[in-house]
């Protein structure tokens, strides 16, 4: 059975979902103002905001509410969703087994704070959060980091997150940024020398294979959900990139039958 376009979920998967995030949390205390959404529909909300990347505006006319309504939705039930999603998160050895791995690193901007100078990255002269990125060959999104400082380099940041322990020597791609870690890297120019032909053509095959990974970071950093992190600092931004992470499959259940 399909799932939903708004949510990727079925309607029995969505409903257990509504049904834990409703043990977590008295969204509508029969007393006051009434809220104007009722719990089906502002976890609707959030998911189609985090799965869709369309705004809150156009979610609030969807629903027929202003869009601080919204907002105040997301605020409210991130978190919920996020520890409800939080078991049905992939761990990367389950979703690497079988496959080919690419990683590599990118930087989230965020605000410049004088009390956080480990956040700046001299490389790319701005400040930010560092996440290392796993793909398969077809740039299907399998793993995010949870965030390290903008100054940490991509081979130090492959051993911080332990991915250099779940990645094998043989089955993951990487970037010249990671030679010495293990993983399989085109061979840099030697100080004074050239590369040989063999060393070339082998450099450029690796580049072919890795350029997806280059869009599956491109397609993260275009979330709108991702936007709102830009100011934000440790538990909050992992708390999204947990829900970012069951986003980025078709959804957080195990799949149907036949379905990866």
């Not at 104007?36 to 990347?53: I, P």
Request: hydrophobic share 35%; with cysteine.
């Amino acid at each position: 059975m399909p799932g939903q376009a708004t949510t990727g979920l079925t309607s029995e998967q969505f409903d257990e979902l509504v049904e834990r995030v409703g043990e977590r949390i008295v969204w509508d205390y029969g007393r006051g103002r009434p809220r104007e959404l009722t719990l089906h529909q502002a976890v609707k909300a959030v998911v189609m905001y985090f799965r869709t990347n369309i705004t809150q505006e156009l979610i609030a006319e969807l629903l027929f509410v202003g869009q601080s309504t919204i907002s105040r939705a997301i605020s409210d039930l991130e978190e919920i969703i996020a520890e409800a999603l939080d078991e049905f998160v992939p761990e990367l050895p389950e979703e690497t087994d079988g496959r080919v791995a690419i990683v590599d690193g990118s930087l989230c901007p965020c605000w410049s704070w004088a009390d956080a100078p480990e956040l700046y990255s001299g490389k790319r002269k701005t400040t930010g959060h560092a996440h290392q990125f796993v793909c398969d060959l077809f740039g299907n999104l399998m793993h995010i980091s949870d965030p390290l400082p903008g100054s940490t380099h991509d081979a130090k940041a492959i051993h911080a997150t332990g991915l250099s322990e779940l990645l094998g020597d043989d089955s993951a791609i990487g970037d010249k940024g990671y030679i010495g870690t293990g993983i399989l890297t085109p061979y840099r120019k030697p100080a004074g020398g050239e590369l040989l032909d063999w060393q070339e053509e082998f450099n450029t095959t690796v580049n072919k294979i890795r350029y997806v990974i280059e869009r599956s970071i491109s397609q993260f950093k275009s979330w709108r959900c991702r936007s709102r992190t830009l100011t934000v600092f440790g538990e909050r931004l992992s708390r999204l990139l947990k829900i970012g992470r069951s986003a980025v499959r078709p959804c957080p259940w195990p799949p149907q039958p036949g379905v990866r």
